[in-house]
């Protein structure tokens, strides 16, 4: 923060028996330490007791307010109250900067929680990407300081700086939510976009507003003299008059006013002339300087920070360091940046130099950036560098280094995605080179534009030669990969694979620990394009690689795909318990690293869908179902997409729906046939819709179905052994069922059906014993995994060969179906599905008020809500509990004995 006088040490801050070592972002890049620092206090600080104390009165309350414009002194106050300890409670602080996107913002906070000393529970997590946090990181950061047996008092400098509207809300949630775990101080030139009248209601606020903060005259009067000038008290009143008591503003007239032959004079002119800070800057700060300081201050404002060496680079001299210094020590509108080598312009000083720049020398702006681009790439601030670049125009040079650096996959993962996404938004499609090719496809293939994807590996591969270096190739190797799964081509994604997998060994190990998300999401790019061809083995293998190249941060992403994936490929291998725990843990990462649902979660619900399916807990499957489909976002992959109408089909099947079932297969079926999908895809909506045709008794259809496809699956040959056996061809159905290998390639699935259909058939002609036989053999090949649907489809013949064995019955008592909630007998309630996540204290009051059914608008008075936070509850509650709708949350919640 911007200090007007000269900086000297403060009283000191108080610091943490243990403190803790800084951490990296979720990227590698260190925290800008200077956030987490109270300022530096002037050396010339006038002392305003009753501010103080009224800051420490107000911390006895949830919000504090400190309110003013620009230099009003808001920033010297709060350092001042915190820099003598004045807080009863720990205080933490953090500096918020203009454009902090939410998941930036709330890293933020929790690094400045722990740099204090103030540790929160692990279970909070934190942010993975800049551009958002979901509610449950929100909640989860509420309940782990509610949980503190004192108060903690966060100091948000310059909070008005924070633009999004998702800051401000995620704000007011935590403190509504933190109970009497956080005060809030909050500095800013504008009002805060909290809903300030509920706090004044309560009487929760404390305000300092601009009338508090002015200067008096006595307060003018010390100020002066501390500057060694004596002006008459008439004198005193035009200043304090003029300048409305503005602290910034006395304080720039005390720093010019010391420079003056005749201080009474300069404060005549000043109050009669100067109209804006802006003139007063140019003529009497500015145009004081020698030439050498003005050329570089004006250089200097292009970047929200300097360095010796970055001004040396834009004057071309190098005489920077001795510049600065002075500049600092005579508090000219520049400070020292946490006593490091950096300084910062005073922000309104820099905004005045930037337009002043563009207007005394036009033109220079974007060779400046451009000189300031390259020194930043130099010293390893890549971010910057390329931030520099692009907005000079130099995109040759922007997008070199991303690809230089081998962070292309920061366009796809990590803290800074939508940050560099938005950056290379603007490049142009046709700019020749390798590197602006490859940003340009990744760029594309971000929005699954496969050919914007396609024509910019195209251009690049027009500049990439067999003797390109090594960080090149294996960026188009990364693309590819991810392009070849896109299109759905396992072919080339096995080479573009390949190609990743030989220059990745080569790579030298220091550069490739910097950036662990490229062998991860070629790992997990590579087992789902092996999952889309069928190929089983292959991508559980790939995916599992995936998930153990991706424990270290800024994996979390292709961490969260590859559990996904390696999931669906245990649910088509029929081993349920694997999906299911893949499939949560997957929802588990993304939960806890806050990544946004329209790029995740879809296929864990899917997935959780076809395991409830298979356990025959209908309203378990819809409701995951629905999530897949819906809420959760699109399907991201057609293959996906025709894994969820075979589930959807196969629930309307089992509701007696076998027109809705049939709809819903050929509508998938008419949607993947210009793709050209693997066989298995065709054989698995061929399997599914002569189950509906079996349902509605047509075994011919069925048949005709099938046959259609060629196919040697074990699936499709059990498929076609039932119904030939539903035809009345029980030989033909047992000589087909002869034909199954007796490998561990079929599911078992596929055995239990098998098995099913040689006891239906038994039973059929009479060989009762045979038919016990069988049927003891699926029901023990179907226990390990509760494989209850296979049963149930199989007919009521199963049921009465079950009651001629009560022994057999009983020992397999978890063939129970599952029930509708409400009419569970008692002890099943632990049959019931486990819950992602338990429900909140909060998310239980609003489920008691609805078990009273409540409307939305009447709960949220009751509870002293915004309908809005009512909505987001119930939606969370439906989630956790799998289910739809209110009646459902409640039935479901009584069940579980959580009502």
Request: hydrophobic content about 45%; some cysteine.
């Amino acid at each position: 923060m911007w200090n007007l006088a000269t900086a000297v040490s403060p009283a000191p801050w108080p610091a943490p028996p243990d403190p803790p070592q800084p951490r990296p972002t979720p990227l590698g890049d260190p925290m800008l330490a200077a956030r987490f620092a109270v300022p530096a206090l002037p050396k010339i600080l006038v002392r305003r007791p009753a501010l103080l104390e009224r800051l420490t009165a107000g911390v006895q309350g949830p919000l504090t307010l400190v309110n003013g414009p620009a230099g009003a002194g808001k920033t010297v106050l709060t350092a001042h109250w915190a820099s003598e300890a004045l807080s009863p409670y720990p205080a933490v602080w953090l500096t918020v900067e203009p454009g902090d996107a939410p998941g930036a913002f709330w890293a933020y906070v929790l690094e400045a929680f722990q740099r204090r000393g103030e540790q929160l529970p692990p279970e909070v997590g934190s942010p993975t990407r800049a551009e958002g946090v979901d509610r449950s990181f929100l909640v989860r950061l509420a309940n782990g300081l509610a949980e503190r047996p004192d108060p903690v008092v966060l100091v948000l400098d310059q909070f008005d700086s924070a633009r999004a509207p998702e800051i401000v809300d995620g704000l007011h949630f935590v403190l509504r939510h933190a109970a009497h775990g956080l005060r809030l101080v909050l500095t800013g030139r504008t009002d805060s976009l909290l809903p300030l009248h509920g706090y004044r209601t309560a009487g929760e606020i404390t305000e300092i507003r601009n009338a508090d903060l002015r200067f008096t005259g006595a307060d003018t009067c010390v100020l002066l003299r501390e500057h060694g000038l004596e002006i008459s008290e008439a004198g005193i009143r035009l200043l304090v008059d003029r300048t409305d008591g503005w602290a910034a503003g006395l304080r720039l007239c005390g720093l010019a006013m010391r420079a003056s032959a005749d201080p009474e004079a300069f404060v005549r002119e000043f109050a009669a002339n100067r109209t804006t800070i802006s003139d007063y800057l140019l003529t009497e700060v500015l145009d004081a300087q020698p030439p050498s300081t003005q050329d570089l201050l004006l250089r200097a404002s292009i970047t929200d920070r300097i360095h010796p060496g970055l001004a040396d680079t834009l004057t071309g001299r190098d005489d920077a360091d001795w510049i600065l210094a002075e500049l600092a020590r005579a508090n000219a509108f520049l400070e020292q940046v946490d006593g490091s080598a950096w300084y910062r312009l005073h922000p309104l000083f820099a905004e005045v130099l930037h337009a002043h720049l563009r207007h005394r020398c036009p033109g220079l702006e974007p060779q400046l950036r451009g000189r300031a681009a390259r020194w930043l790439a130099g010293t390893g601030r890549l971010a910057e560098a390329v931030a520099q670049a692009a907005a000079a125009g130099d995109w040759q040079f922007a997008a070199g280094q991303l690809v230089g650096d081998l962070a292309i996959g920061r366009l796809l993962t990590g803290l800074e995605t939508d940050r560099l996404s938005r950056t290379f938004a603007t490049m142009p499609t046709d700019l020749p080179g390798a590197a602006t090719g490859l940003v340009t496809a990744a760029c594309r293939l971000a929005d699954q534009d496969l050919d914007g994807c396609t024509a910019g590996l195209r251009r690049a591969d027009e500049h990439l030669t067999d003797d390109a270096d090594l960080v090149s190739r294996l960026s188009r190797a990364f693309v590819g990969v991810l392009a070849g799964r896109l299109a759905h081509d396992p072919a080339a994604t096995e080479r573009a694979a390949a190609d990743a997998d030989r220059l990745l060994r080569a790579l030298p190990e220091p550069l490739l620990g910097q950036h662990p998300e490229i062998r991860a999401m070629v790992l997990a790019g590579l087992g789902s394009a092996e999952l889309a061809a069928g190929r089983l083995d292959r991508a559980e293998t790939g995916l599992t690689a995936a998930v153990e190249a991706s424990g270290r941060p800024g994996t979390e992403y292709p961490l969260c795909d590859a559990l996904a994936s390696l999931a669906l490929a245990e649910l088509l291998r029929g081993r349920l318990r694997q999906a299911e725990q893949h499939a949560r843990g997957s929802l588990a990462v993304a939960e806890r690293s806050a990544l946004p649902p329209e790029r995740l979660g879809a296929l864990d619900h899917l997935v959780l869908a076809g395991v409830a399916a298979e356990h025959n807990d209908l309203t378990t499957a819809r409701a995951q179902l629905d999530l897949a489909t819906g809420s959760a976002g699109p399907l991201p992959e057609p293959v996906l997409a025709l894994e969820a109408a075979v589930i959807g089909s196969r629930l309307a099947t089992a509701e007696g729906d076998w027109e809705g079932a049939l709809t819903t297969i050929h509508a998938a079926g008419s949607a993947a046939a210009p793709l050209h999908l693997a066989d298995w895809t065709a054989d698995e909506l061929a399997i599914a819709e002569s189950r509906a045709h079996l349902a509605h008794g047509d075994p011919g259809a069925a048949l005709d179905v099938l046959d259609a496809v060629a196919c040697d699956r074990p699936e499709h040959t059990v498929a076609r052994a039932r119904a030939l056996l539903a035809a009345g061809r029980g030989d033909h159905a047992m000589a087909t069922l002869a034909d199954l290998p007796a490998d561990a390639l079929i599911t078992s699935t596929s055995r239990t059906q098998a098995s099913l259909l040689q006891a239906q058939a038994a039973a059929a002609g009479g060989a009762t014993e045979q038919a016990h036989r069988h049927l003891r053999t699926a029901l023990g090949l179907a226990r390990p995994e509760e494989l209850r649907r296979v049963f149930v489809e199989s007919g009521p013949w199963v049921g009465r060969l079950l009651r001629q064995d009560p022994r057999l019955a009983h020992a397999h008592g978890w063939l129970l179906p599952a029930r509708e909630p409400g009419q569970l007998p008692a002890g099943a309630c632990e049959r019931l599905p486990v819950v992602i996540e338990p429900l909140t204290a909060r998310e239980t009051d609003v489920l008691r008020q609805a078990e009273q059914l409540l409307s939305t608008e009447e709960i949220a008075a009751e509870l002293y809500l915004s309908a809005n936070t009512v909505k987001t509850h119930l939606k969370s509650i439906y989630r956790k509990l799998c289910v739809t709708r209110r009646s459902e949350a409640v039935h479901r919640a009584r069940d579980l004995g959580m009502l």
